[in-house]
Structures are given as C-alpha cells and as structure tokens.
C-alpha cells in the first residue's frame, strides 16, 4: 500500500468515526473554520484566543458528554445480560468539571438476593451526583485557598465558565485542607547523620477565631469572638532561600513537636548544629531546650530587642535618640550587654511606677532575663542571621494573606485546614499531592 492510499483510508476511517459522532463533528468543522478563519470573525491575535478558548471548552464538554453516554451504555448492556441483577428505574446525575456539567439520565440496578441499589457508571466512573471533578477540586482549592469562598467563586467562573456555589467551594476546600493536615501528634527521633547547620524559627501569630456553644437553644447567642495564636515554623539552610515550614493551631508542645519534625525533614541529624532566633518568648526558649537541647543555640531577635531600646532612648535621650540607640545597638553587636545594662541603670523608673510608663525599666529587665541569648558577635562571625524576620514574612505570606481577612472569621479547626493548604503550597508539595489523588482515582 502506497503512502497516499495509507492517507485515504486513514481519511476514511477517520470520516465513518466521526459519523457516529456528529456533535463532536460539528464542534471540529466549528474548529477548522476558526483557523481558516473563513467569517473573519478573528481580527487580532486576543480575538482568535478568546474564540478558541471557548472552542476548546465546548469540545471539552461534548468530549465528557459523549464519553459519559458511551460508557454508560456499555456498563447498561453488560448488566442487563446478569442474573444477580434486576433493573429499577433511573435517576438523574450529574456533576461539574472544568469544561461544565456533564449530565445523563443512569439506569439504577438492585440486586436480587440482597435488596441493594447498584450504580454501575457512578461506581465505575467515582462520581457522584452534585460532585466536582478532580480537576475541578484542584482549580477551586487553588483559589479557595489563596482568597475568600466568595471569591473563588467568581474567579472559577471567569476561567472556567463553570458555576460553582461558594458552599461547595467551601466544603472543597476545607475537605482537602483537612486530608493534608498535619498529625495532632507527632514523635520524631532524628537521624544519626545530616547536614552541617540549620536555621530554625518558630513564632506565633493571632488569628481571629469564633467559638460556639454546645448548649440547647439559639446558637446565634452563643458565638464568641476571640484570637487564637497560630504557630509558624521554618526549618533551611541559613545561606539558602530554600525552607521548610510546619503550622499549627494547636498547643505551644504540638508547635514545638511539628517544628522538630520541620527541621528533620530540613535535612538536620542528631550531629547538626540548628541555629534558632526569635523574639525571646519563653515558650519559645523552652521549646528550643525541650525539642533540640544542646545542638540548638537560641538568639533573641535583634530587631526586637531594637524595639525595647529605642522606647528607652525616648526617655533618656529625647532629641539624642537616635544616637543614643544606635550606640546600644553597636554594644550589643559587640556582646557588651552589661555595658548596656549600666547605661540604662541611672534612668530606671521607680517600681512604683506603671509598667506601661517605664521603657527604661521594661528595657533592662528584657535584657537582664535575656543575657544568655545574646551572642550577636558569635552569630555574626558565623554569617548566621541575627533577627527572625523570615518567620515574620511567613506569617504574613502563609497565614495572614488568607486566615486575616477583613470580616473573617473561622472555626479553629477550619482554620487549621486552610494552614494546611498554605503550608503545602509553601513546601512545594502542591503538585505531588494532586498528583497522589490522581494516581488513587486511576
């Protein structure tokens, strides 16, 4: 056969296929007169894409259409011919994916001896009636996770055309936010080797959470608004932008059991050297011992403590403050916190005057509980950071860009979903986690 006669009966069987087909046949001649561009109809490059994504997206749905149909009828005939099996009635499914709604009218099946209902496409094909695909889960998820509920409803309708209601997206999102949430409990012993040195961090941000009552009557009554502390956690090399992080809404020995495992899968073994900073909070500190014991060395975040400084300066030094604090800064960079002390000793406040009217006093005892936490000169020589801002711009990239919205408010449990989401996206594990759902529904 000559390669000409190969073509032809290639160009025939194609035809007799398409034949059986005639929706999608239409759709293709719709297609092929886009791109001649027989009516003219796209003048500009913009026009020809909008035009061919709305094309694609009615292929797409007829494609879902015709292949639903198809099997349908397939699993009809294979189930008429048993035994086990009677037909009763049908109902309508129908379910949402990126390119629309797929619907058919499915033949219902029970079984004789047993008395169940048997679903054959729903079971074969794993949907359900209302049910968004997976591809469209992905879609709603990536925007539910990033922005509000009612939002993401009209970001999926833009790209997607698709109407989906802001309780699915709600349910959608929360559902998988919930399958990637960490374990309430974690144990994890370290390996015996791993990499040189770690930067560790940890630090709480507040999250606005309302609490129900459980008691009879008008729940609506019994709401109570209040903040909830979540607790972020990084783990990388210090002279990497690549990290780890690990979030909470749990309790302070949850945060510091998720953190150590943030760190082991950093890379960290019983020999690694982790080099943590943060705000001084003791909850903090006994975590760094608790969790990390003597391969953790703990530095009190510079800026913060910049932060008790320059209120003194105020008090002290008036117009001079700046100068004044900038001096302090240089000793303490020098690991000359006595000298520090001593400065701030003349102008101390009297104990008889209010905590909030005395920066120079708050400032010494800041420093004072502190002293051992302060080898800025140690982690200065080593090229390690002195201040935690990485975990400030995580809580501002992970949690509050979503979790702090204007007029939001969340469950704690629901919140903790959506930290799972952010936390994913964060790790790079976005992709192998739809990845893994997909390989589970093949």
């Not at 073509?7 to 293709?28: D, G, K």
């Not at 709305?54 to 494609?63: A, F, I, K, P, S």
């Not at 294979?78 to 086990?84: I, M, N, V």
């Not at 040189?196 to 609506?220: C, F, N, S, W, Y």
Request: glycine residues 8%; hydrophobic residues 40%.
């Amino acid at each position: 056969m000559t390669q000409d006669q190969d073509e032809a009966l290639r160009a025939m069987r194609l035809a007799a296929r398409l034949a059986q087909h005639p929706e999608l046949r239409a759709r293709f001649e719709e297609i092929l007169a886009l791109a001649e561009n027989e009516r003219g109809e796209a003048n500009t490059a913009d026009e020809a894409e909008e035009l061919a994504v709305e094309q694609v997206r009615r292929l797409g749905q007829e494609l879902m259409q015709s292949w639903a149909e198809r099997k349908h009828a397939r699993l009809v005939q294979e189930y008429d011919t048993r035994r086990d099996t009677r037909r009763k009635g049908k109902k309508k499914l129908y379910w949402l994916t990126r390119f629309g709604v797929v619907s058919l009218r499915e033949q219902i099946y029970q079984q004789r001896r047993r008395n169940q209902q048997v679903r054959p496409f729903a079971r074969a094909a794993h949907v359900q009636c209302r049910s968004l695909s997976l591809g469209l889960q992905r879609a709603v998820v990536d925007f539910g996770a990033a922005t509000s509920f009612s939002a993401a409803v009209t970001k999926v309708r833009e790209h997607y055309g698709v109407a989906v209601s802001a309780s699915a997206v709600r349910a959608v999102t929360e559902g998988h936010g919930a399958a990637m949430c960490l374990e309430p409990e974690v144990s994890v012993h370290l390996p015996r080797e791993g990499v040189r040195e770690l930067l560790a961090e940890i630090d709480g941000t507040l999250v606005p959470v309302v609490e129900i009552g459980e008691a009879q009557g008008d729940k609506r009554k019994q709401r109570k608004c209040c903040w909830h502390e979540a607790r972020l956690c990084l783990a990388g090399p210090a002279q990497s932008v690549r990290r780890r992080y690990a979030a909470t809404m749990g309790s302070v020995e949850q945060a510091g059991r998720h953190w150590k495992a943030c760190v082991a899968e950093a890379g960290a073994g019983q020999r690694t050297r982790l080099h943590c900073v943060g705000e001084g909070a003791r909850w903090i500190v006994g975590q760094v011992r608790e969790q990390f014991g003597e391969r953790a060395t703990f530095l009190v975040d510079f800026y913060h403590l910049s932060e008790y400084l320059g209120a003194a300066a105020q008090a002290i030094a008036g117009h001079g403050a700046k100068s004044w604090l900038w001096q302090q800064q240089a000793r303490v960079k020098a690991n000359q916190s006595a000298a520090v002390l001593a400065e701030l000793a003349p102008h101390r406040e009297a104990e008889s005057v209010a905590e909030v009217s005395a920066p120079v006093r708050r400032c010494a005892r800041y420093i004072q509980a502190r002293l051992e936490y302060l080898d800025y000169a140690g982690a200065i020589e080593r090229g390690w950071p002195i201040g935690s801002g990485e975990i400030e711009s995580g809580h501002r990239s992970v949690v509050q860009a979503r979790l702090k919205l204007s007029g939001a408010w969340w469950r704690a449990e629901n919140a903790e979903k959506i930290l799972a989401l952010r936390v994913t996206r964060a790790n790079g594990e976005w992709q192998s986690y739809w990845r893994g759902l997909r390989q589970a529904h093949a």
